[in-house]
């Protein structure tokens, strides 16, 4: 059975940092692309930040470069993205992705606030 399970999510004030996690499982993890995206209310689902199968690239949305790192271990077959000086407008659901050769997986997602 195919698992992508987010945490880490949280209310935070401006300024702040938060680290979400992203536990896979029931598929060949380093052979994946992993994608953090979120939504906002009202908002299109947009991409935040990915990375490549084995970790050699990375990519991320303008609106978070120099804030947020996205890093795997794909040993423990998971996902991170480390968020720092976070904005209120960083409030949404992130959510993971794994993609590869026939497959598309998303997880439920884990909601972040950033508010004082």
């Known amino acids: 059975q195919v698992q992508l399970v987010e945490s880490g999510g949280g209310l935070v004030q401006p300024g702040g940092s938060l680290r979400l996690s992203c536990a896979a499982s029931g598929f060949i993890f380093s052979a994946s692309a992993l994608t953090w995206f979120r939504q906002a209310p009202g908002k299109e689902r947009e991409l935040v930040a990915g990375i490549s199968n084995f970790g050699g690239s990375a990519n991320y949305a303008d609106s978070v470069k120099g804030r947020f790192t996205i890093s795997r271990d794909n040993a423990k077959n998971t996902v991170h993205l480390q968020m720092n000086s976070l904005k209120p407008e960083d409030t949404a659901v992130y959510y993971c992705?794994?993609?590869?050769?026939?497959?598309?997986?998303w997880g439920q997602g884990t909601q972040v606030t950033v508010s004082s």
């Open positions: 992705n794994a993609q590869g050769r026939g497959f598309n997986y």
